[in-house]
Every structure is written in C-alpha cells, then in structure tokens.
C-alpha cells in the first residue's frame, strides 16, 4: 500500500506556529469575509433604498461565489493556498478601493446603483478564491494536528465567529456616516488578508498513489469522491437545506430590522454581531460535548434547536424577540458546522481534497443565490410565509440527515488528528478513482 501524502501545495500542516501562519491569516481574511458577506446588502439598500434590489444584490453576490468554486479548487491545489489568498483578496482590496472613490464622484441615481451591484457580484467572486484556500489549510492541519480533529476546527470555527461577531457591527455603524468609509475599511482589511496570505503554508506537490484522483482535476473528481462517501453526502444535502433559511435570513434582514422593525442599518449589523457572540458560546459548549456525546449527538441536538427556532423566527414580535430566535439558530448551526467540518476533514481523501472541498462548499452556498431570489420575488406582505415554508423545510430535512446517520461509523466517534489523516488516507474510494 502506498503511503498517502498531500493532495496539493496547499495540503501540508504548516512548520511554523499555528497562530503566525494559520490562524492571523484567517483571522484576518474571515473579517474581510463578514464584512463583505453582511455589510454589502446594507450598501445596497442605503444606496437604493429598494428591498427588491437588495435581494437582486444579494444573488447577484452569490452566484459568481457559487460560479468560482470549480476554478478556485482546482487553482489552489494546483498553485497553493498561499497564491491565491494573496491575488483574491489583493484584487478585491484594489476593487473595493476603487469604488469608494467612485461613489463619491457619482451623484445618486441609476449609475451608482449599477456600480454598487456590481461591486457586490465581483466581491463575491474574490471572496471566495482566498475563502477556499484558507478552508482548505485548516481542514489539512487539523488533520495532521496532534490532539482530536475538531479541536482545530473549534478554533477556526471561533475565528470566524468572531469576525462576524465585529463586521457586521462595524460596518453598520459606518455606514451611518455613509457607504464610502464602510468601503475604505473593506478596502484595508483587503490588503491586510493580501499581506498575511504570505504567511499561509505552501508545500511543493509530492507524489499520489496511482488511482487518485489528480489535483485540480476539477469538479468532476470531487463529484465522484463525494458519491464515493454517504456520511459527507448526507450531511452536505441536510446543511444545504438549513442554508436556504439561513440565507434567506440574511438577505431579508435588512428589510424585516429597517421596516418592520423600524430599526437602523446599524441594527441590522449588529443582529449578526449578536448571533456571532452566541455562536461563540455554542461552539465552546460543542467543543466539549464532542468528547461526551460524540459527533451524531451534537449533531442531533444542534438540528432540533435549529429547527425550533426557525420555526418561531417567522413569529416574533419584536426586534429582540428575531434577535434572540435568529441568534438561537445561527449558534445552533456553529454545532452543525463543526459536525461538517470534522466529518469532511477525516472522510475526504488527500489526493482529491482540494476539488472535493470545493464541491461541498459550492453545494452548501448554491442556496444563498436562490434566498435572495426568492426575496427578490416574495412580495413584502407575504415574506413571513416564505420565512415559514423555508423553515418547515429545513426541519423535515435535519430530521431526515440524522435519521439516516444514526449508525453510521464516521459519527460515533472523534478521530484523533494523525489517525484521522491516517484513515482518510488509506483506501481511496472506488468512486474516486478515475
């Protein structure tokens, strides 16, 4: 049997520390992430005014995000992780640059809402290339780390968390004063993510077993790798559902805290600060629970409460009240997103890693366009029924997720770092040889 070794340059755990070579990077580029993923819907709809538009600019974010995983898998196992964080978000600081400059020279009107669609659609695209190298160097460490798999991803988890926790918050509050120094910020957290990306490990490609699936293959390997693996399928089909409420959340908020609620833009981001403190909590609570009750227990737990409180978030009455049932589902998902990550951290195979890592994310973000669709087509009178309909969604489909995983081997037990690398990279499926 051959030794298994890293699918791609981005795929070694890093010789230096884990705080100067992979947790700044990330920290850094995950701020960057919020702001651009919770604060560009608010520009919109400050620039606009127009709820219909705001969830145009909210699809419109998201389909080059969805379009550009087939690319950015294949590039970051074929360039490294380090490269590609470095030109994505180098591109998108010069880009965000540009356009604050352009919105203060272009008076309101139809040619500054063109530009700022624009800008959330291309922002998008960027996003994602550094969003899946920093993915890609944290589920390849955690593998290779010395304690259990999900104690990494815990700390990943929590670094994103946190950076929703402060981008949101701050980009509502500066664009109190205005869309242009919330773009500025954007813009600097931008070259900052471009500066650290250097620090991100970066190995040379080293030799695969014959019958694996090429690095940068493309999504064809990952398609067949993840057929090849029923506990990520399922659990990826289960989370897809969850993210079309999630998503719909996040682009009707806007709408529901502004004019439903009667709050301000700063309101509206600091929902999201909240829900991110709360995750932080969730996530610590998770962390030690993993080692009681396993990752089909947390799971289990994760999706009731997910799925109770997406079915009262339709109901509030109040601005509190979606708060406290918006903070409750999204702290539930940090549960379901640790479960994710550790299961395709030591189920994926090293030799086709980077394409599958893609293809997973790219099938959990495709309902992030479709959210903003549906809002952009859903009436405000009736956009509680689609709350609702999503939601009653989502719980049929968690049901069914961990129904259907209750048994199954790779959610009774936490892999311990090496040995997940180890199993992970004994057998390459059949589904995955080509």
């Not at 304690?147 to 402060?166: C, N």
């Not at 990550?341 to 997973?360: D, K």
Request: net charge positive; proline share 6%.
């Amino acid at each position: 049997m051959y030794e298994a070794q890293p699918a791609g340059r981005h795929a070694a755990a890093p010789e230096g520390g884990l705080l100067r070579r992979v947790y700044a990077p990330r920290a850094c580029d995950a701020l960057a992430y919020s702001m651009a993923t919770y604060a560009m819907p608010l520009v919109v709809l400050a620039s606009t005014g127009s709820a219909s538009l705001t969830g145009l600019a909210f699809a419109l974010e998201w389909i080059p995000r969805v379009a550009a995983f087939g690319v950015a898998g294949a590039l970051v196992d074929r360039s490294g992780a380090a490269i590609v964080c470095f030109l994505a978000s180098l591109a998108r600081a010069v880009l965000v640059a540009g356009a604050a400059v352009a919105l203060v020279l272009v008076p309101p009107g139809t040619l500054a809402t063109v530009l700022v669609m624009v800008l959330a659609a291309v922002t998008g695209a960027l996003t994602q290339f550094s969003f899946i190298a920093n993915e890609a160097v944290g589920a390849i460490v955690s593998r290779h780390s010395d304690g259990p798999t999900h104690k990494v991803q815990s700390v990943l988890i929590g670094i994103d968390q946190t950076a929703t926790l402060i981008g949101p918050a701050l980009g509502g509050v500066l664009l109190l004063t205005g869309p242009t120094w919330m773009l500025a910020c954007l813009s600097l957290l931008s070259f900052l993510s471009a500066g650290l990306a250097l620090q991100t490990p970066s190995t040379p490609l080293r030799g695969t077993r014959p019958g694996a699936a090429r690095p940068g293959g493309g999504l064809r390997e990952g398609w067949q790798t993840l057929r090849s693996l029923p506990p990520l399928r399922r659990l990826v089909a289960g989370l897809a559902c969850s993210n079309l409420m999630l998503g719909l959340l996040q682009s009707a908020s806007p709408v529901l805290v502004e004019h439903r609620f009667g709050r301000s833009p700063a309101a509206a981001g600091a929902l999201w600060s909240v829900t991110a403190a709360a995750t932080l909590i969730a996530v610590a609570c998770c962390r030690a629970a993993l080692d009681r009750l396993g990752l089909w227990g947390v799971g289990i737990i994760s999706s009731t409460v997910a799925a109770a409180a997406c079915l009262a978030v339709s109901e509030a009455p109040s601005y509190s009240g979606y708060t406290a049932l918006v903070s409750l589902f999204v702290a539930a998902d940090g549960g379901l997103t640790i479960v994710l990550r550790t299961v395709r951290s030591q189920v994926i195979p090293p030799a086709a890693f980077g394409t599958t890592l893609s293809l997973t994310i790219l099938l959990l973000l495709l309902p992030y366009p479709l959210a903003g669709i549906v809002l952009a087509v859903t009436p405000a009178a009736h956009l509680t029924d689609a709350l609702r309909g999503c939601a009653v969604l989502q719980a049929l489909a968690l049901l069914i997720t961990f129904l259907r995983l209750r048994h199954d081997p790779a959610l009774q037990r936490v892999p311990q770092g090496q040995e997940a690398g180890r199993e992970a990279g004994q057998e390459v499926p059949e589904g995955a040889r080509r």
